[in-house]
């Protein structure tokens, strides 16, 4: 969502004036500086290959991880917060070194797929708002 002063996002803090690539406000951390660096990268890259960017986002609540891309993260809470975080916990964490990636993975998370910075973006403010 771009605002009437040219940003973009609520949280994400990201400025891009008219006509402009979009750049990280001064103040601004480590993801919305990532995300412009990568969609530079990938843009510098785009007449070799097709650029796409999966998401997830995950909390640590009560011990248990939380999905907060997932439909119901209220839901997940509350059932964590009633039955503790060992019986309600339904994400499982492998190490990189017991995966066939060689990266950290989370099964069972909700991984979305994105093209652009806006649309990376609106993910991410979906998941801030969970």
Not at 29 to 49: C, H, M, Y
Not at 87 to 97: F, G, Y
């Amino acid at each position: 969502m771009v605002g009437p002063d040219g940003s973009i996002g609520g949280n994400i803090d990201l400025l891009s004036p008219a006509g402009c690539e979009p750049q990280p406000r001064p103040n601004a951390g480590v993801t919305p500086r990532a995300i412009v660096e990568l969609f530079s990268v990938l843009q510098e890259r785009d007449a070799l290959n097709v650029g796409e960017v999966d998401v997830s986002m995950y909390e640590l609540y009560c011990d248990s991880l939380v999905d907060l891309l997932g439909a119901n993260v209220k839901r997940a809470r509350e059932k964590q917060d009633q039955q503790g975080p060992n019986k309600a916990a339904q994400l499982n964490i492998k190490l990189a070194q017991h995966t066939d990636s060689g990266l950290v993975e989370v099964e069972g998370g909700t991984v979305r797929r994105t093209t652009s910075m806006v649309e990376l973006i609106e993910v991410m403010e979906q998941g801030v708002k969970a």
